[in-house]
């Protein structure tokens, strides 16, 4: 077969038979790699063929009953409330993370406790089988049920699993698979495409639970082709900050179910247990409560959660003080500060300013605004804020305090865990039970300042 020099966009797989700087259909930037995947040349359409393809009976939408789709439970309560439940036979599934984060220990485990019920198979292209049972055995997985294959070969994989017909199926990792048909190297975008739209063909074919391991690159994305993502039914992240022992799995796509879930695991000596009361983890109450410090009532997906924002003010020898957010938006901040100083005249111009979330939780909701304002005036006034205190709530650029979503389930999670003062947008207080006194409702940034002094 013919071999030519074709280029390949890494973001869209977008295909060029010159190089340039910028993909032309995706607009992304030096993503174009030169690749000698064989073109295979495109055959017309030929009217003759057609003619004789039957076309499909449409339907009338309402005349179509949904079956209620079962779904396997993977015996990991945290990874099954990210999956919307379980693993609905026929899906394909991708779990991207850094390398060493536990996504291999995270699936043998989940395999382990699916293979009680169903036939699982574990195809592994980056450990040999040996490594696997050492795995397994640090586990407590005695792996009766469980099959293992060393193998990264398409074809050859696609054969195994047509023998032992498993009905869930763990490929770790995508990268490391190639098939033979092309000749561009395992991880290259050709390769990934091509070796992942198999296994999708084999899911949707056989009705297989198909679990996909992805490498992430540098920049925190899934390495490979972007249409990765697309081609799957659901994509989860395995993060966490490799110094603590926490982990999250994050749903960012899911056919089955909401996105934006997290579940909550702890890496142990003993592999991933799950922490299924994330809110008592994350904040550290040992230690006595420090000016800078509040609790935010945090949502993540449907969960609530709470989570500790600090905040560092102090003065800057630095013509252009520093602003540095870690698990927040920057641009969040820059607006807070803004609005501090217009609406509370609390002018930070000369300060540096650091706010950081406690545990390597990212938080991208505006409810967080108020716990923000919160602590960096608390910081820069030098005033502690009662360690029974937790908030919520949004700014808008004209100072008011904006109601957020929820509300009334982040109230309770706080009172759940004993917090007994919470400060929250006064339009979020008409659900709230009037009896409970310590709710302090806000509708203004300007109140705040008087509230802290009146809190601490
Ligand atoms: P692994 O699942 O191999 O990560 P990945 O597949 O994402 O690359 O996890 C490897 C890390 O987890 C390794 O640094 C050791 C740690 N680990 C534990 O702390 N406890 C355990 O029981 C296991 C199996 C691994
Ligand atoms: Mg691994």
Same mark, same amino acid.
């Given at each position: 077969?013919?071999?030519?020099?074709?280029?390949?966009?890494?973001?869209?797989?977008?295909?060029?038979?010159?190089?340039?700087?910028?993909?032309?259909?995706?607009?992304?930037?030096?993503?174009?790699?030169?690749?000698? =995947?064989?073109?295979? =040349?495109?055959? =017309?359409?030929?009217?003759?063929?057609?003619?004789?393809?039957?076309?499909?009976?449409?339907? *009338?939408?309402?005349?179509?009953?949904p079956s209620k789709t079962f779904r396997?439970?993977?015996?990991?309560?945290?990874? @099954?409330?990210?999956?919307g439940g379980g693993?609905v036979p026929?899906s394909?599934?991708?779990?991207?993370? %850094?390398?060493?984060?536990?996504?291999?220990?995270?699936?043998?485990?989940?395999?382990?406790?699916?293979?009680?019920?169903?036939?699982?198979?574990?195809?592994?292209?980056?450990?040999?089988?040996?490594?696997?049972?050492? #795995?397994?055995?640090?586990?407590?997985?005695?792996?009766?049920?469980?099959?293992?294959?060393?193998?990264?070969?398409?074809? #050859?994989?696609?054969?195994?699993?047509?023998?032992?017909?498993?009905?869930?199926?763990?490929? @770790?990792?995508?990268?490391?698979?190639?098939? @033979?048909?092309?000749?561009?190297?395992?991880?290259?975008?050709?390769?990934?495409?091509?070796?992942?739209?198999?296994?999708?063909?084999?899911? /949707?074919?056989?009705?297989?639970?198909?679990?996909?391991?992805?490498?992430?690159?540098?920049?925190?994305?899934?390495?490979?082709?972007?249409?990765?993502?697309?081609?799957? %039914?659901?994509?989860?992240?395995?993060?966490? %900050?490799?110094?603590?022992?926490?982990?999250?799995?994050?749903?960012?796509?899911?056919?089955f179910?909401?996105?934006?879930?997290?579940?909550?695991?702890?890496?142990?000596?003993?592999?991933?247990?799950?922490?299924?009361?994330?809110?008592?983890?994350?904040?550290? #109450?040992?230690?006595?409560?420090? $000016?800078?410090?509040?609790?935010? =009532?945090?949502?993540?997906?449907?969960?609530?959660?709470?989570?500790?924002?600090?905040?560092?003010?102090?003065?800057?020898?630095?013509?252009?003080?520093?602003?540095?957010?870690?698990?927040?938006?920057?641009?969040?901040?820059?607006?807070?500060? $803004?609005?501090?100083?217009?609406?509370?005249?609390?002018?930070?111009?000369?300060?540096?300013?650091?706010?950081?979330?406690?545990?390597?939780?990212?938080?991208?909701?505006?409810?967080?605004?108020?716990?923000? $304002?919160?602590?960096?005036?608390?910081?820069?006034?030098?005033?502690?804020?009662?360690?029974?205190?937790?908030?919520?709530?949004?700014?808008?650029?004209?100072?008011?305090?904006?109601?957020?979503?929820?509300?009334?389930?982040?109230? /309770?999670?706080?009172?759940?865990?004993?917090?007994?003062?919470?400060?929250?947008?006064?339009?979020?207080?008409?659900?709230?039970? *009037?009896?409970?006194?310590?709710?302090?409702?806000?509708?203004?940034?300007?109140?705040?300042?008087?509230?802290?002094?009146?809190?601490?």
């Amino acid at each position: 077969m013919a071999t030519k020099s074709v280029y390949l966009c890494s973001q869209c797989a977008g295909q060029f038979p010159k190089w340039a700087g910028q993909c032309q259909d995706c607009g992304a930037w030096n993503t174009l790699t030169e690749s000698t =995947a064989p073109v295979t =040349a495109k055959t =017309a359409i030929s009217k003759r063929f057609t003619e004789f393809i039957e076309p499909k009976a449409a339907q *009338k939408l309402s005349s179509i009953q949904p079956s209620k789709t079962f779904r396997i439970a993977s015996g990991q309560g945290e990874l @099954d409330r990210v999956l919307g439940g379980g693993l609905v036979p026929g899906s394909v599934v991708l779990i991207g993370g %850094d390398p060493g984060i536990g996504k291999s220990t995270l699936l043998l485990q989940a395999l382990s406790s699916m293979s009680e019920s169903v036939s699982v198979l574990y195809i592994s292209g980056e450990e040999s089988v040996e490594q696997i049972a050492l #795995r397994a055995e640090r586990l407590g997985i005695s792996g009766d049920n469980i099959e293992i294959v060393a193998d990264n070969m398409l074809e #050859r994989t696609l054969n195994s699993c047509q023998q032992i017909h498993p009905q869930v199926l763990v490929i @770790d990792s995508i990268q490391t698979f190639y098939s @033979d048909s092309f000749t561009s190297s395992p991880g290259s975008v050709t390769q990934v495409r091509e070796t992942a739209a198999a296994f999708v063909r084999f899911a /949707k074919q056989t009705g297989c639970v198909v679990m996909l391991i992805g490498h992430v690159t540098k920049e925190g994305a899934l390495a490979g082709p972007r249409i990765l993502e697309h081609m799957v %039914d659901a994509v989860l992240y395995f993060e966490g %900050d490799r110094s603590s022992s926490f982990r999250l799995i994050r749903g960012i796509k899911n056919r089955f179910g909401a996105v934006n879930e997290i579940g909550v695991f702890a890496m142990t000596d003993q592999g991933l247990k799950e922490v299924s009361n994330p809110s008592a983890m994350f904040i550290s #109450r040992q230690c006595k409560f420090s $000016a800078g410090s509040v609790v935010l =009532a945090a949502m993540e997906g449907t969960r609530p959660l709470l989570v500790e924002v600090q905040a560092l003010v102090d003065k800057s020898p630095l013509a252009n003080p520093r602003r540095l957010t870690v698990g927040l938006e920057p641009s969040r901040l820059a607006m807070i500060l $803004a609005v501090l100083h217009r609406h509370s005249g609390c002018s930070l111009f000369d300060q540096d300013v650091f706010v950081n979330v406690i545990g390597g939780v990212r938080i991208v909701e505006p409810a967080a605004d108020l716990a923000i $304002a919160m602590a960096i005036l608390s910081s820069f006034q030098n005033k502690v804020l009662p360690p029974g205190l937790a908030v919520f709530g949004e700014i808008g650029l004209t100072g008011e305090i904006r109601p957020v979503q929820r509300g009334q389930e982040r109230i /309770k999670e706080a009172a759940k865990l004993g917090f007994e003062q919470i400060l929250i947008p006064r339009a979020n207080t008409v659900k709230t039970a *009037k009896k409970n006194k310590k709710i302090y409702p806000l509708m203004h940034i300007d109140q705040i300042t008087s509230l802290i002094r009146e809190l601490s």
